[in-house]
T-cell receptor
Framework: DTAVSQTPKYLVTQMGNDKSIKCEQN?????MYWYKQDSKKFLKIMFS???????INETVPNRFSPKSPDKAHLNLHINSLELGDSAVYFC????????????FGQGTRLTVV | GEDVEQSLFLSVREGDSSVINCTYT??????LYWYKQEPGAGLQLLTY?????DMKQDQRLTVLLNKKDKHLSLRIADTQTGDSAIYFC?????????????FGAGTRLTVKP
């Protein structure tokens, strides 16, 4: 009965590849997010998405794109992976308009070699 | 630099109170959170406190905030074996409602019967 789950937990891939990270929530939340964690454990928001609006952090390269097949899923696609994309990526969800009440997945450690 | 720090381990007997401590350094933090992570699961939001509050109580959980010392604590009364988990302290700064977040490394709470 995991609330927010993301797969895979670990992903190692070569530069230039295209990869996806999946995220699912069973909380009935309306808004989902993707965060990137830096080396100091700072989670920087990349996207927030509900069925009405996609908000993109303008610093995120357009190689990153969220895809939401339905309200319970928000997958992260990354094209042409670069070494600097190596990080831990967290998915989260919250009730609509209440982004202080976010639940997080356990993170996906992406390593680009 | 800015960081969120918490001790890595805490062990208590069932029925005792647990106190998990956290220090943060970013004085512009507006919300402070406690998350719980059970094995193989994501981060479950336990509670959060707005930075203009000193205390928040929710059933067995009590959060104390000392803004002058940048110290946050989580007290769990009558600790049960089911409380065994990793507890993460986190802070967020909400410029433009982005809700970027910074997490501590987590405190592993072990409850012995």
């Amino acid at each position: 009965d995991t609330a927010v789950s993301q797969t895979p937990k670990y992903l190692v891939t070569q530069m230039g590849n295209d990869k996806s990270i999946k995220c699912e929530q069973n909380l009935g939340h309306d808004t989902m997010y993707w965060y990137k964690q830096d080396s100091k454990k700072f989670l920087k928001i990349m996207f927030s998405y509900n069925n009405k609006e996609l908000i993109i952090n303008e610093t995120v390269p357009n190689r990153f794109s969220p895809k939401s097949p339905d309200k319970a899923h928000l997958n992260l696609h990354i094209n042409s992976l670069e070494l600097g994309d190596s990080a831990v990526y967290f998915c989260a969800s919250s009730p609509e308009g209440v982004n202080t009440e976010a639940f997080f997945g356990q993170g996906t450690r992406l390593t680009v070699v | 630099g800015e960081d969120v720090e918490q001790s890595l381990f805490l062990s208590v007997r069932e029925g005792d109170s647990s106190v998990i401590n956290c220090t943060y350094t970013d004085s512009s933090s507006t919300y402070l959170y406690w998350y719980k992570q059970e094995p193989g699961a994501g981060l479950q939001l336990l509670t959060y406190i707005f930075s203009n509050m000193d205390m928040k109580q929710d059933q067995r959980l009590t959060v104390l905030l000392n803004k002058k010392d940048k110290h946050l604590s989580l007290r769990i009364a009558d600790t049960q074996t089911g409380d065994s988990a990793i507890y993460f302290c986190a802070e967020s700064i909400v410029p433009n409602n982005n809700n970027d977040m910074r997490f501590g490394a987590g405190t592993r709470l072990t409850v012995k019967p």
